[in-house]
């Protein structure tokens, strides 16, 4: 059964913007993995902004926003295998997944040059 849809739709400068002027902004919205992975790109810019698009979609699904948690870092989004976008819950993201029993969740991001886009589907 679905119980949240979210959609997101962000400015790829505008993160950027945050990035480069907000020391300590990097780290505390985004995982070490996702920083090694995004920094690893060309299109670096373009990542970061998928990112934090699929942490805001997240947080609009679960239908609690900011409530869910105030760590993004630990909504993290990683790439399967096939390199399928997936999202990681770590701490109290984590625990508020169980406590509501959210038993998948699915991500789809997109990016271009100037914008980034996720949407973000969670069942139980």
Same mark, same amino acid.
């Given at each position: 059964?679905?119980?949240?849809? +979210?959609?997101? =739709? ?6 950027? *913007?945050?990035? #480069?002027?907000?020391? %300590?902004?990097?780290?505390?919205v ?8 995004c920094?690893s ?13 699929a ?8 239908g609690? +926003?900011?409530? =869910? ?6 909504? *993290?989004?990683? #790439?399967?295998?096939? %390199?399928?976008?997936?999202?990681v819950?770590?701490g109290?993201?984590k625990?508020?997944?169980s406590?509501h029993?959210?038993?998948k969740?699915h ?5 271009l040059?100037s914008?980034?886009c996720?949407i ?5």
């Amino acid at each position: 059964m679905i119980v949240g849809i +979210g959609i997101d =739709l962000i400015e790829v400068e505008r993160v950027m *913007e945050k990035i #480069n002027k907000s020391e %300590g902004f990097r780290e505390k919205v985004f995982s070490a993995h996702e920083i090694s992975f995004c920094e690893s790109k060309a299109n670096k810019a373009e990542n970061y902004a998928a990112r934090f698009a699929a942490k805001e979609a997240f947080l609009k699904a679960t239908g609690l +926003g900011l409530g =869910l948690s105030h760590e993004l870092a630990e909504i *993290e989004v990683k #790439n399967n295998r096939s %390199g399928q976008p997936m999202l990681v819950l770590n701490g109290s993201s984590k625990e508020k997944s169980s406590q509501h029993n959210w038993n998948k969740i699915h991500v789809s991001i997109s990016h271009l040059q100037s914008m980034a886009c996720a949407i973000v589907i969670i069942e139980q």
